[in-house]
Protein backbone atom coordinates (compact mmCIF):
# COMPACT_ATOMS: atom_id res chain seq x y z
CA UNK A 1 0.00 0.00 0.00
CA UNK A 2 2.85 2.11 0.84
CA UNK A 3 5.11 1.57 -2.40
CA UNK A 4 1.88 2.57 -4.62
CA UNK A 5 1.39 5.91 -2.93
CA UNK A 6 4.95 6.28 -3.59
CA UNK A 7 4.79 5.58 -7.16
CA UNK A 8 2.10 7.65 -7.94
CA UNK A 9 3.81 10.39 -6.14
CA UNK A 10 6.75 10.53 -8.00
CA UNK A 11 4.27 10.55 -11.65
CA UNK A 12 2.42 12.98 -10.23
CA UNK A 13 6.02 15.08 -9.66
CA UNK A 14 7.16 14.56 -13.36
CA UNK A 15 3.63 16.33 -14.73
CA UNK A 16 4.09 19.06 -12.78
CA UNK A 17 7.53 19.36 -14.34
CA UNK A 18 6.46 18.55 -18.17
CA UNK A 19 3.47 21.32 -17.63
CA UNK A 20 6.03 24.12 -16.17
CA UNK A 21 8.15 23.11 -19.33
CA UNK A 22 5.08 23.42 -21.57
CA UNK A 23 3.82 27.03 -20.34
CA UNK A 24 6.71 28.89 -18.52
CA UNK A 25 8.21 29.40 -22.49
CA UNK A 26 4.17 31.17 -23.44
CA UNK A 27 3.90 33.30 -19.81
CA UNK A 28 7.57 34.53 -21.07
CA UNK A 29 6.78 35.59 -24.26
CA UNK A 30 3.64 36.83 -23.24
CA UNK A 31 5.37 38.77 -20.55
CA UNK A 32 7.72 40.00 -22.98
CA UNK A 33 5.63 41.20 -24.99
CA UNK A 34 3.44 43.26 -22.61
CA UNK A 35 6.69 44.91 -21.96
CA UNK A 36 7.60 45.90 -25.38
CA UNK A 37 4.76 47.03 -26.27
CA UNK A 38 4.16 49.47 -22.99
CA UNK A 39 8.00 50.63 -23.92
CA UNK A 40 6.80 51.54 -27.98
CA UNK A 41 3.70 53.23 -25.91
CA UNK A 42 6.36 55.17 -23.70
CA UNK A 43 7.91 56.35 -26.60
CA UNK A 44 5.27 57.29 -29.15
CA UNK A 45 3.92 59.20 -26.11
CA UNK A 46 7.29 61.08 -25.40
CA UNK A 47 7.95 62.00 -29.10
CA UNK A 48 4.31 63.72 -28.96
CA UNK A 49 5.11 65.55 -26.55
CA UNK A 50 8.40 66.92 -27.89
CA UNK A 51 6.82 67.89 -30.79
CA UNK A 52 3.98 70.02 -29.55
CA UNK A 53 6.31 71.62 -26.70
CA UNK A 54 8.87 72.46 -29.16
CA UNK A 55 5.89 73.73 -31.53
CA UNK A 56 4.72 75.91 -28.46
CA UNK A 57 7.84 77.08 -28.47
CA UNK A 58 8.28 78.14 -31.61
CA UNK A 59 4.97 79.86 -31.92
CA UNK A 60 5.46 82.01 -28.57
CA UNK A 61 5.73 85.64 -28.93
CA UNK A 62 8.53 87.58 -28.51
CA UNK A 63 12.36 86.60 -28.30
CA UNK A 64 14.45 83.94 -26.28
CA UNK A 65 17.30 84.77 -24.21
CA UNK A 66 19.70 84.98 -27.31
CA UNK A 67 17.18 87.88 -28.78
CA UNK A 68 16.50 85.82 -31.21
CA UNK A 69 12.68 85.84 -32.29
CA UNK A 70 11.57 82.29 -30.90
CA UNK A 71 10.53 81.19 -34.08
CA UNK A 72 13.84 81.96 -35.67
CA UNK A 73 15.38 79.87 -32.68
CA UNK A 74 15.79 76.75 -34.39
CA UNK A 75 18.85 75.28 -31.81
CA UNK A 76 16.10 76.56 -29.07
CA UNK A 77 13.18 74.90 -30.73
CA UNK A 78 15.37 71.36 -30.42
CA UNK A 79 16.33 71.75 -27.07
CA UNK A 80 12.51 71.98 -26.06
CA UNK A 81 11.90 69.08 -27.60
CA UNK A 82 15.42 67.32 -26.37
CA UNK A 83 14.11 68.31 -23.07
CA UNK A 84 10.60 67.30 -23.56
CA UNK A 85 11.54 63.49 -24.56
CA UNK A 86 12.77 61.36 -21.94
CA UNK A 87 14.48 58.59 -22.73
CA UNK A 88 14.41 59.57 -26.82
CA UNK A 89 17.42 60.24 -28.78
CA UNK A 90 17.13 62.92 -30.71
CA UNK A 91 20.48 64.02 -31.10
CA UNK A 92 20.47 62.61 -35.28
CA UNK A 93 20.37 65.27 -37.51
CA UNK A 94 16.89 64.81 -39.07
CA UNK A 95 15.26 64.17 -35.87
CA UNK A 96 13.59 67.43 -35.34
CA UNK A 97 13.06 68.77 -38.48
CA UNK A 98 10.94 72.75 -38.86
CA UNK A 99 9.22 74.07 -41.79
CA UNK A 100 7.41 76.81 -42.23
CA UNK A 101 4.02 77.81 -44.19
CA UNK A 102 1.15 80.38 -44.98
CA UNK A 103 -1.74 78.99 -45.46
CA UNK A 104 -3.57 80.22 -48.60
CA UNK A 105 -1.12 81.32 -50.74
CA UNK A 106 -0.29 80.01 -54.02
CA UNK A 107 3.04 78.15 -52.56
CA UNK A 108 2.52 77.89 -48.70
CA UNK A 109 5.60 76.14 -48.04
CA UNK A 110 8.52 78.81 -46.57
CA UNK A 111 11.13 76.77 -46.37
CA UNK A 112 13.25 74.89 -43.13
CA UNK A 113 14.33 76.59 -40.31
CA UNK A 114 16.42 78.67 -40.42
CA UNK A 115 14.89 81.20 -42.44
CA UNK A 116 16.62 83.31 -44.41
CA UNK A 117 17.55 86.35 -43.08
CA UNK A 118 15.02 89.19 -44.52
CA UNK A 119 11.82 86.58 -44.25
CA UNK A 120 9.88 87.72 -41.78
CA UNK A 121 6.65 85.67 -40.64
CA UNK A 122 3.28 87.33 -40.19
CA UNK A 123 0.41 86.52 -37.84
CA UNK A 124 -1.13 82.98 -39.06
CA UNK A 125 2.30 81.79 -40.63
CA UNK A 126 2.32 78.39 -38.91
CA UNK A 127 5.09 76.49 -37.58
CA UNK A 128 5.64 72.44 -38.38
CA UNK A 129 7.55 70.10 -36.06
CA UNK A 130 8.06 66.70 -36.90
CA UNK A 131 9.89 64.44 -34.40
CA UNK A 132 10.98 61.03 -35.87
CA UNK A 133 12.82 58.00 -33.35
CA UNK A 134 13.18 54.61 -34.33
CA UNK A 135 11.92 52.10 -31.62
CA UNK A 136 14.02 48.88 -31.04
CA UNK A 137 12.85 46.20 -29.38
CA UNK A 138 15.77 44.44 -26.91
CA UNK A 139 14.99 41.31 -28.29
CA UNK A 140 13.58 41.67 -32.35
CA UNK A 141 11.02 38.59 -32.30
CA UNK A 142 9.34 38.13 -35.31
CA UNK A 143 10.92 40.90 -37.76
CA UNK A 144 9.97 43.77 -35.83
CA UNK A 145 13.56 44.98 -35.66
CA UNK A 146 13.13 48.80 -36.31
CA UNK A 147 9.79 50.40 -35.85
CA UNK A 148 9.83 54.31 -36.96
CA UNK A 149 8.25 56.53 -34.55
CA UNK A 150 6.88 60.14 -35.88
CA UNK A 151 4.87 62.79 -34.60
CA UNK A 152 4.09 66.37 -36.50
CA UNK A 153 2.85 68.86 -34.45
CA UNK A 154 1.41 72.63 -36.48
CA UNK A 155 1.04 75.82 -34.65
CA UNK A 156 0.27 79.07 -35.85
CA UNK A 157 2.75 81.80 -35.20
CA UNK A 158 2.19 84.97 -32.68
CA UNK A 159 4.94 87.55 -34.02
CA UNK A 160 3.45 91.16 -33.91
CA UNK A 161 1.35 90.42 -30.84
CA UNK A 162 2.12 93.02 -28.03
CA UNK A 163 0.66 90.99 -24.96
CA UNK A 164 2.27 93.81 -22.39
CA UNK A 165 1.13 96.92 -24.18
CA UNK A 166 -3.01 96.16 -25.57
Not at 22 to 50: C, D, K, Q, W
Not at 83 to 100: E, G, N, P, Q
Not at 142 to 161: K, M
Amino acid sequence: MIRVYKEKRRRNKGQGMVELALTLPIFLLLLYGIFEVGRAIFMYSAVLNASRDAARYAAATGKSAGGVEYYRDCSGIKAHASKVSAFVDLSATSAVVIRYDRPGDASPDLGLCPLSSGEKLNVGDRVIVTIQATFNPIVPLLNFANIPITATTTRSVVTDVDIWNP
